[in-house]
């Protein structure tokens, strides 16, 4: 299987509005939820500027600089590359609508701005542009640039909206799969390559993709309420602390209406053994990230674990995930590639199916 500053307040223009005292860079970046050092840059590469500069060249921001800089923070989170949320933005922020002069709906003036930045795009200058490229994504869903540039931001607001409404969107399997995965690799990658830069993003990217994952997850139901034979257990290896593809197949299992048991990181061998023998499930999901965790002796016990009556004794079957399982494989024991076929392979176990009738 595979793998904060305010979000910009929409109503804090219109405060700004009412007020002709031009703002500092400090007191902007705390009302829109960005560093100074992101107002500087977007002054210096898109001519976002302040319309007023003291004589020791301080930036004062005036209310119409405000409403621009709201357009391009709504834009950018919106997955809008800078370059064009900038042209888009500045378009738009003399409008009657940004100014305050009419009571025009917020959606309506987001509409508006969505649409400048599409009118005025550039491909040539978008995919040559680093600055439209946060981190190095590739081809991607568009909402993996916006989730990136949230992340990046450190904009949490923004990185839950968005991850909800992917979630919302595609379901489960494939927000993880086409939106969240990607992500987390950029940010993995970009993390890897510049030393310790970056960790933050990462931390606070996996902490969201954990708590929509945990949202999404209905409450189990009681023991007996499910047709199927036994709930599927998935658990971390010993030693394993990655927990998240197991978090998104749990949450894709209960989508499903399945019953699961999540044990989480690292359980140990025998409290896992312990719970097999008690619970009696379906299907056992071992995850391992890295080789030096997974253990093919311990995914044999599993899998050799029975239980009932003599006659009529089970046993579950055994799925592995993660790339800590690569190599030679293990008799009997299935590695999905992609969390659509651990859902499939899992879910069809769960409601009794064979492989032939799974597929």
């Known amino acids: 299987m595979s793998e904060p500053p305010a979000a910009p307040d929409p109503g804090a223009g219109r405060a700004s509005h009412g007020a002709d005292v031009p703002l500092t860079t400090g007191a902007l970046a705390r009302r829109l939820g960005v560093s100074p050092t992101t107002l500087r840059s977007w002054d ?9 500069r003291t004589d020791g060249r301080h930036r004062r921001w005036t209310p119409r600089d405000v409403a621009v800089l709201e357009a391009m923070c709504r834009l950018t989170s919106s997955g809008v590359p800078p370059a064009e949320a900038a042209r888009a933005a500045r378009e738009t922020a003399g409008s009657p609508a940004a100014t305050g002069v009419t009571e025009e709906p917020q959606e309506s003036r987001e509409s508006q701005e969505l649409r400048s930045a599409r009118e005025t795009r550039e ?38 909206r968005q991850l909800a409404a992917a979630v919302e969107q595609y379901g489960i399997a494939v927000a993880w799969q086409e939106v969240m995965v990607p992500t987390l690799h950029a940010v993995g990658r970009k993390w890897a390559s510049s030393g310790d830069r970056y960790v933050e993003v990462e931390h606070l990217l996996s902490w969201h993709v954990s708590t929509i994952l945990r949202r999404c997850t209905p409450p189990p139901g009681r023991q007996g309420d499910s047709p199927v034979a036994g709930p599927v257990v998935l658990a971390c290896v010993p030693g394993e602390q990655h927990t998240l593809p197991i978090e998104a197949l749990n949450a894709a299992l209960c989508e499903l209406g ?29 995850w391992a990230q890295a080789r030096s965790t997974a253990s093919l002796p311990l995914a044999r016990h599993i899998a050799g674990t029975r239980w009932g009556v003599k ?26 590639a992609t969390l659509k076929d651990a859902l499939d392979i899992v879910s069809g176990t769960a409601r009794g199916e064979t492989p032939a009738e799974r597929g």
């Open 44 to 52: 210096r590469r898109y001519g976002i500027g302040p319309a007023v």
């Open 123 to 160: 491909p040539e200058a978008r995919d040559s542009s680093t600055a439209a490229r946060t981190l190095p994504l590739g081809d991607v869903r568009h909402e993996c640039r916006g989730l990136a540039r949230a992340a990046v931001r450190l904009d949490a607001p923004a990185v839950e």
């Open 258 to 286: 399945l019953p699961t048991r999540m044990f989480g990181a690292a359980v140990p061998a025998e409290a896992l053994a312990a719970a097999v023998q008690r619970l009696g499930p379906s299907a056992v999901v071992l």
């Open 311 to 336: 006659g009529a004794r089970r046993q579950p079957l055994v799925v592995l995930g993660g790339p800590g399982w690569s190599g030679p494989s293990a008799r009997g024991l299935l590695r999905p």
